[in-house]
Every structure is written in structure tokens, then in C-alpha cells.
């Protein structure tokens, strides 16, 4: 099989790894830049670069016939909060309430402690909590025009629940928030294995968006989790296992693809 992969980082760590395996079964893997040719097509792409040019490629490729994981259209879905929440709640998932605020400097009269996070997810975007007037005029002196959504502030556990999942493997890890100012602590991970009711939520979610690799980002709400974040195709680094479930998944979906046009 060829296999491709559209991504800017092609040294990423489970990319890599997943690329070593196939190689190592006598596949041929394809890094393919988003803004670069596609050259020979593959059997199958995995997305990860999520910028405009990765998604319109994937679409292209997509219209002749060549499957990509995860599809361009749920990717997209995945970067609008709005449409995320508003898709996630309809399916009853217990997703934070998630208001379309408009550009965060019109944001006026809110009720403290909130989140706010950019209404389009990609690298590097806004996620903030907020906890007065003070700390909302200094966000908006750097993001003034920024489209925004906000979700109430859930203290939890202090936690960040991560889960990923590969072809309904579910991987796992908490790590300590950033938004729950645990001093000197914030970022730190550590493994973990989620009760078998979020791992089936975790499951559910995928389901609900049609995705065959994403994140679920959890925390510990006052009855239930609440889910706070999906993320197609997240890093899933440091996880056992997560590689080989990749390259099997693609390999599946590249025999899938290929019976199809058969």
C-alpha cells in the first residue's frame, strides 16, 4: 500500500513512528506538504496539518476518489467551536455550554470566572480564563478582533482529562490545567486510565462527528464530565500503542478504499 501524509511535520513523533512501521511491513509512505504537488496519489492520506491549503487539498483528493482520514469536512467542523458545540449538544453529549460572543472586544458584561477561547481552533489560538475586568481589558489589547466563543469556568479536580482515539482505541492521560492556576504544576502530565463510562463517552463522540482519530479534552463538571474540546487528529504523544493503531487504521482504510473502486 501508499501511504500518504499531508502534514508540515513530517518528524512529528507519532507520525514518524507510524511511518517506521508501515516502511517496515514493505509499505511506501508519501509525506505530502499541504502547499506542495501531490505527485503519484496514494491509497490513502492521513491529515494533519490543519491550515486552509491542508484542507483543500484534502478535499481535492477526496473528489477523485482517494480516502483521507480524517475527511476534510469533519476536520473542518472540528475547528469551529460554535458548530462543535451546537452538533455535540444535539446529539445529547454533555458539551459546555458554548456562547458565540463575536469579537472579544465587544465582549461586554460577563459573568466571572469564564473561559474564552477563539471561536476557530488551530495552533496557538486563544484559550484564556478570565476572572475580572482587569484580566478581560488585557486580552482584548491583543485580541481585540478576534471572534470568540466563552464556556462557564469548571474548577474540577484541577485536571485536564485527554483522550484519544485511534480506530476506537482509546488512549489516555491527565494533565494539570492551565486555566486552574495550580502553582508550579500547570502543564504536568501523567498516565491515567479513564473509568469505562468516559472511555465509552470518548467513543460516542467520535461517532457523533464521523471521526476515525480526534481528542476529546474532559473535565470533571459538578454531576458529569463535561467535554470542553474535540481535536481531529491531535498529536497523541508519549501514548503505547498509539502508532500502531495508526498505521493499522490506515492500512484498513487504504484495503476499504481499494475494494471500492474495484
Known sequence: MRVGLITGDPGHPVLAATAALLAEQGHEVAVVAP?????????????????????????????????????????????????????????????????????LGGL??????????????????????????????????????????????????????????????VFAARRRSELATVSGESGRAEDWEPPAARAALALRVGEVFGLDVYGVDLLDGPAEPVIVDVNAFPGIRGRHGAPEALAALALRVAAVGAGAGA
Open 108 to 169: 461586554a458584561d460577563p459573568a466571572y470566572p469564564f473561559v474564552v477561547k477563539s471561536r476557530h481552533s488551530r495552533r496557538h489560538d486563544l484559550v484564556a480564563r478570565v476572572d475580572g475586568p482587569e484580566r478581560l481589558r488585557a486580552l482584548a489589547e491583543r485580541w481585540s478582533e478576534e471572534p470568540v466563543v466563552t464556556q462557564p469556568f469548571v474548577p474540577g479536580t484541577g485536571w485536564d482529562q485527554k483522550l484519544w482515539v485511534v480506530d476506537g482505541q
Open 35 to 103: 502547499d506542495g504537488p501531490v505527485g503519484e496519489l496514494a491509497d490513502v492520506y492521513l491529515l494533519k496539518t490543519h491550515n486552509s491549503q491542508a484542507l483543500d487539498l484534502a478535499g481535492e483528493l477526496e473528489r477523485r476518489g482517494v480516502p483521507v482520514v480524517n475527511s476534510a469536512a469533519t476536520t473542518r467542523l472540528c475547528q469551529d467551536r460554535v458548530r462543535m458545540a451546537d452538533l455535540a449538544r444535539a446529539a445529547g453529549l454533555p458539551f459546555a455550554e458554548t456562547v458565540d460572543a463575536g469579537p
